[in-house]
DNA sequence: CGTGTTCTTGAAACTTGTCAAAGTTAGTGG
DNA sequence: CCACTAACTTTGACAAGTTTCAAGAACACG
């Protein structure tokens, strides 16, 4: 139950067989804790202890500059993982807020290397699953250093309908979005006052309709054009791809590090 | 030789053995080539059919919108090479192009695969450079979304410091930096135009001078307070760390991919 | 010793930020 | 179920930071 938004995540990049979903359905059901809106799940400059799976509910990874600027660095849906790298680190580099109250699994790392040991399928879909994360990372660089306030939001409006409608969490081109205008505001680097006019301009275009967190698209492609936004870069389309006979797609990860010292 | 860059940046995350090394050193010779600059050493959209190794000089990463408009990544300095999941790519979600002439090492998925499970050490290894790269994306983000275009300048100025000086490529508080104005623009977002302005608002405070190619820093903690700078990111001194018996590292990665199909 | 790139400068326009206050919505407790 | 508070959204006026355009100066290379 609990794994679902995880292992329909990882079918996307690579077919999983029952005994994979197995896997994965014990590990994220280990540990299961639920956080408040507004919480920290996890705090830069704590060791992270486990990785976070998000299995319900909407979170935000940012970063905060000492004068209390703070830059959200994406936005973390239901199926999202951290990457698996970062059980490496001594402080982690970054927080992990609930937005809304939120569902996570917290699988530890020898849980991890279990899986990725088990299963060379697992580890090449969380190696993917890493990949997508970094190249959306990628993409808010462009966003944030390229596109004006316009295009900005125009560009993140797609990509949460996108990574939405992938997960089942859109109806039609609407969708629920739980982000205020101040946290939309640190996520594409403008201000909070300027996201509202940014975001009446969009309506008064008739692209969208944003009314309480209600979210609807009128016309995406001409969002997607007002944004310059192409959603290539969520490889949301992987899905067949390696399940063909993939020559040596060797075990891959199972980072873990040494559990407690 | 040409491994060297590489096997001293993986020696900061990891004590390698003389074997590790040597499995390096191989992989880095097997196909090395040389590119002028402003070429592109391997371009949007094209299948990555290896790993690049940079083992002398600067490229920088980057990724262009359908107007022309660029943003640099990340600039790829010795011993940097591309993150291992790259591989799995279909097409390469950003380009990377020599600043100087430099010398890249080619890595093929397989032997790449070789490295990971022929040595634990090396598989962690790499994860930490992988880790480094992500770390440094986000941190661009923060860049980008959240400082002014001083605050960027100064924070950029920093970060190349502390890199250049982690390979040796400083004298004392100065250093080579080939980039133009118009690839530092790219890289922090602003207008050439307002770089230079800026770069001459530095001098002003007679925290840098820069003349032609040459960088230097006159007062780097005043530098760094200008750039809410804080070095953390870049993980230099993570060393001796790995070194003494870490218990449960599992083998880790091998990511390999279909070789040509 | 050109020729093309890069750097520098000035002035004007424009985008975005700041401040402050009013309006709205949502959640909580009586 | 209404009242009340706190959080969030919206507006206006103004200030500031940044971009753009255009042109001249300084370099660098062949």
Not at 3 to 21: F, G, H, K, N, W
Not at 36 to 48: A, K, Q, S, T
Not at 132 to 155: D, K, S
């Amino acid at each position: 139950m609990n794994a679902q938004p995880l292992i329909r995540r990882l079918s996307r990049y690579v077919a999983l067989t029952p005994d994979d979903e197995r896997l994965v359905e014990e590990a994220a059901r280990e540990r299961v804790r639920r956080v408040g809106p507004r919480e920290d799940v996890m705090r830069e400059g704590e060791r992270p202890r486990c990785l976070y799976l998000l299995v319900d509910g909407w979170g935000m990874r940012y970063k905060s500059l000492e004068d209390g600027r703070r830059q959200v660095l994406t936005f973390a849906l239901p199926g999202d993982l951290c990457e698996q790298t970062a059980l490496l680190l001594e402080h982690a580099d970054h927080s992990l807020a609930a937005i809304t109250p939120i569902t996570v699994a917290e699988i530890a790392g020898p849980r991890l290397a279990e899986l990725t040991t088990a299963s060379p399928r697992l580890a090449t879909a969380l190696a993917w699953s890493d990949l997508c994360g970094h190249a959306l990372q990628r993409e808010w660089t462009v966003n944030l250093g390229q596109r004006t306030a316009l295009e900005r939001m125009a560009h993140l409006i797609c990509e949460l309908y996108y990574r939405l409608r992938a997960i089942g969490h859109t109806h039609g081109l609407a969708y629920e979005l739980p982000a205020t205008q101040a946290m939309l505001a640190d996520a594409t680097g403008i201000s909070a006052v300027h996201v509202n006019r940014t975001l009446q301009e969009l309506r008064a275009a008739e692209l969208i309709t944003l009314r309480g967190r209600h979210m609807t698209i009128h016309d995406l492609e001409a969002l997607e054009t007002a944004g310059l936004f192409n959603a290539s870069y969520l490889h949301l389309d992987q899905s067949a791809r390696s399940t063909s006979g993939q020559a040596d797609v060797t075990p891959i990860p199972a980072r873990s590090v040494a559990t407690e010292p």
